[in-house]
């Protein structure tokens, strides 16, 4: 049994790749609820939604949000009468949305999550990491921002002196999930705002700690693959690279996938994590995925 920490964009892009080369079933994947909010009158839980999407083979992973073949007529709509959206919510997207925010009424986020799961034809476990609202605020040089005001809006461009984010309980299921795992996997996720608000629930980390552990950093050279990871990072004065990642998750690390143009951060690494895994963790077509998720697979004793 193998359970994954997830976010939006890194993590899911390995998904692919493992649920190729591992049952399902086996699969259990916790994903971040911290970004999650109202927009248009519908619940939008954008890592929760592009996990589902990953998992039914309909995500749009061009944009890695949203659905593949999506149409905008209801957004397009909203724009000519003098209506916009922050976010650009698909048509069959938005149907989605629409049914978790009617399901969550009555039966909360997790629930609701698992019956669109189930839905989809989904066989692994898909569990938010938290039912209760949560709260994050980006303190930039332009002021105090919502996170998809920074990352929409503002386009990441800001330069970002801080990242608070409210502490909340874990889902039902998280942290047995962790314990009854014989791995976890940390995907290639934003380790500021996709994963450590998953490592700060209450009893993940001793969860953690008494399981095998492997992280994908999502940190090459000085910068990340992708997203505004490495601005958070550098506001938190976190060495942004594969080495402040390391040190990030050092409490509970066992092994550490890093790319090969890290090579030299190998005997630094080691210092912080015992095992370190040296390969290619650019993610650019589904042999590429299915590679690296062989590679965590195998690493695990």
């Known amino acids: 049994m193998i359970t994954v920490l997830s976010g939006g964009t890194g993590t899911p892009k390995l998904l692919q790749g493992l649920k190729e080369i591992v049952d399902p079933e086996e699969l259990t994947i916790i994903v971040n609820t911290l970004e999650n909010d109202y927009f248009s009158g519908v619940y939008v839980s954008a890592d929760v939604d592009t996990v589902l999407y990953t998992m039914s083979d309909m995500i749009n992973d061009e944009l890695w949000y949203g659905v593949k073949g999506d149409t905008f007529v209801t957004n397009e709509r909203l724009n000519e009468i003098g209506c916009p959206e922050l976010l650009r919510i698909g048509d069959i997207d938005r149907a989605t949305k629409i049914q978790k925010t009617q399901l969550m009424e009555k039966y909360g986020l997790t629930k609701a999550v698992e019956i669109q799961a189930e839905k989809m034809g989904i066989k692994s476990k898909i569990i938010p990491m938290s039912d209760e609202n949560s ?74 700690k008494e399981t095998y552990v492997v992280a994908v950093s999502p940190i090459i050279g000085s910068d990340s693959v992708s997203g505004p990871a490495s601005k958070f990072m550098k506001a938190l004065n976190i060495e942004v690279s594969s080495i402040g990642v390391a040190s990030l998750y050092e409490n509970f690390l066992d092994n550490i996938v890093i790319d090969n143009e890290d090579i030299d951060k190998k005997q630094q690494i ?16 589904l042999d590429a995925k299915k590679n690296l998720a062989q590679i965590i697979i195998d690493s695990i004793p």
Request: aromatic content about 4%.
């Open 135 to 208: 709260d994050i605020k980006i303190i930039t040089d332009v002021g105090e921002l919502e996170f998809h005001d920074f990352l929409i809006k503002h386009q990441s461009q800001p330069e970002v002196l801080d990242v608070k984010f409210s502490n909340v309980s874990p889902a039902s299921g998280v942290v047995e999930a962790i314990k009854n795992s014989d791995a976890v996997i940390i995907g290639p996720s934003n380790p500021i705002t996709s994963i450590s608000p998953i490592l700060y629930l209450d009893g993940v980390k001793d969860a953690l």
């Open 270 to 285: 080691n210092q912080i994590v015992n095992k370190v895994t040296i390969t290619n963790t650019i993610m650019n077509n």
